[in-house]
């Protein structure tokens, strides 16, 4: 693991619970969380919270998170080739549904992505992801609460 764990949040499609959440955890381990969006984002006053306003464009705010983590950070993001370029790093990658990207699984969600893709853009309609649940709220809680307990242990051992 890299030096002091951080949380970066690619912030510009992530929930606003989800946010709240990683606020609420920031303040209670005294983690560093990352907000990195191309549009200003309001942020509770604390030591252990930062907003990044990064300019528009394809992949910007990916880009900086990529180039600012270091092996072992936790990335909170939607995104799977962020998550797989997370991952190509040493990093961690949650979704705000709760579910981990990992170099196990990773390969078979970037394909699948790139299949559904190719549909949509050869023209069939294909839905997006179902709305966000309390269900899908419960489960990033419970995954970060366990990764941010596993990191804690890790520290007091070391």
């Known amino acids: 693991m890299g030096g002091k ?11 606003v619970v989800i946010k709240e959440i990683l606020f609420r955890a920031a303040e209670r381990t005294r983690i560093e969380t990352i907000l990195v969006a191309n549009k200003l984002l309001r942020v509770p006053p604390s030591p252990y ?7 528009a464009g394809f992949d ?3 880009s900086k998170i990529v180039q600012e983590l270091t092996p072992g950070d936790l990335v ?5 080739p ?3 370029q997370v ?3 040493g990093g961690h990658a949650l979704n705000p549904r709760g ?7 990773i390969q078979e969600r970037l394909a699948m992505r790139n299949f559904m893709e190719e549909l949509r853009g050869s023209g069939v309609d294909i839905s997006g992801p179902s709305a966000f ?17 596993r990191h804690a242990t890790r520290r007091k051992i070391t």
């Open 49 to 55: 919270i930062r907003a990044t306003q990064v300019p």
């Open 60 to 62: 910007v705010a990916d």
């Open 82 to 84: 962020l998550a797989a």
């Open 133 to 149: 649940s309390q269900g899908d709220r419960q489960a990033f809680a419970a995954e970060l609460d366990r990764f941010l307990s």
């Open 5 to 15: 764990l951080r949380i970066w949040v690619d912030a510009d499609a992530c929930p």
């Open 76 to 80: 909170i993001t939607a995104d799977i």
């Open 99 to 105: 579910e981990f990207y990992t170099p196990g699984n």
């Open 87 to 89: 991952i190509g790093k």
